[in-house]
């Protein structure tokens, strides 16, 4: 009997994706060298601020502004989504003009908007009554951040969670209903716990979104890291020494971002798989009895 001979495989060769890497890398090189020994980056500048009183306050505030507006985002997106998904179509109305309104808008001109509220508004309250607030001593630029991101992410994770929920196995749902479950206690104990897998992934990209997206706080003096950036290179002329103090902040954030979410959509994504992984079958009783 003769053995058969071994296959073994071969990568093709690909020697333009070699010279392409190469090219590259090379002009990546360039451009940082270029960077960071050009006479008009001034490193003693960006070491001395780095680590400065007042950018990690304005860092705080742009931590704050995220973890708050995507918490009550999201919080509000789903109920948006739900909304949406309702079987009343008022409900499914509203919802729809509201995630169309705040998508179309830009953010920019939301936080605008919210900072010049007094313009339309110059009391905040019931008329005739003691709880009436002058608008601009409510309305501070903080407020206004708040105010513009949290409507604004509102919005994008809507679509984020209704394409979740949806992803749900109807069978599930009907199976749950069957069972005498609550519309509440079914979303809270079968279609949330299963559509996390799906909203995961999308809903951490619009939270690195968002931590960009909080620089735009500084058109309104919403004193986050940029507006920080910005108060003390006014002063210094510093312009490129204190961007490249606020870009390392928000390359850091970002990273961290992307680690915790990647172990988050692995987290899920196992857990996943555990679930839909198929179960050895038990023995039957008579076949139990007459063993």
Known sequence: MTSQSEIR???????GLWALTVVAVL?????????????????NVIAKYQFSHAILQGLLVTVKLAVICEITGLLLGIVLAVMRLSSSRVL???????????????????????????????HIGIPGTSFVVQ??????????????????????????????IAAVDRGQVEAAQALGMSR??????????????????????????LLKNTSLVAFISGGDLLSTAQNIYSGNFEVI???????????????????????????????????????????????????
């Open 241 to 291: 020494a204190l961007l490249v103090v606020a870009s390392l902040w928000y390359l850091l954030l970002v990273s961290i971002t992307s680690v915790l979410q990647g172990r988050l959509e692995r987290h899920f994504g196992r857990s996943s798989e555990r679930s839909t992984k198929p179960q050895r079958d038990e023995p039957a009783p008579a076949a139990v009895a007459g063993a």
């Open 135 to 164: 608008t601009n001593d409510l309305i501070t630029g903080f407020v206004a951040a708040l105010l513009g991101l949290t409507l604004h992410e509102a919005a994008y994770n809507a679509e984020i969670v209704r394409g979740g």
């Open 184 to 209: 509440g206690l079914l979303l809270r104990r079968v279609v949330l716990p299963q559509a996390l897998r799906v909203i995961v992934p999308p809903a951490g990209n619009q939270f690195i979104s």
């Open 27 to 43: 002009v990546a090189a360039f451009l940082v060298w270029t960077f960071a020994t050009s006479p008009n980056v001034h490193w």
């Open 92 to 122: 499914t109305w509203l919802s729809g003009l509201y995630i169309w309104g705040f998508r179309s808008v830009p953010l920019l001109v939301q936080l605008i908007l919210w900072f010049n509220l007094a313009l339309l508004f110059p």
């Open 9 to 15: 495989a071969q990568p093709v060769p690909r020697p």
